[in-house]
């Protein structure tokens, strides 16, 4: 089992950065494709970003694409989801998601394991 973590969520204006992070404990990290979702209120939870086990292979949402950009680093248990040119459209809870083998996914069902969530507001 992986216990996942998310932290780095908060209130930044339009056009801002935030970088989320997500830290896992437990099993070998690097056992698992990762992934990030969001979800607004009122809203179902969407794909966001997933990445392989070795990082090699990465994949982005269409409406994220060219301005976030998933990462980890398996020596520190650790994957991130840099968001630039924030939108006030982005605002939601961002969840980290561990999937155990397997490729990567834009399937929510696919995943294993999932964090709290961490709240991104983007004022306009």
């Known amino acids: 089992q992986v216990q996942l973590v998310e932290s780095g969520g908060g209130l930044v204006q339009a056009g801002g950065s935030l970088r989320l992070s997500c830290a896992a404990s437990g099993r070998t990290f690097s056992y698992y494709a990762v992934g990030w979702f969001r979800q607004a209120p009122g809203k179902e939870r969407e794909f966001v970003a997933t990445l392989s086990r070795s990082g090699g292979n990465s994949l982005h949402a269409d409406s994220v694409k060219g301005r976030f950009t998933i990462s980890r680093d398996n020596a520190k248990n650790t994957v991130y989801l840099q968001m630039n040119s924030l939108k006030p459209e982005d605002t939601a809870v961002y969840y980290c998601?561990?999937?155990?083998?397997?490729?990567?996914?834009?399937?929510?069902?696919?995943?294993?394991?999932w964090g709290q969530g961490t709240q991104v507001t983007v004022s306009s």
């Open positions: 998601a561990a999937r155990t083998g397997g490729p990567t996914t834009v399937e929510r069902s696919r995943y294993d394991y």
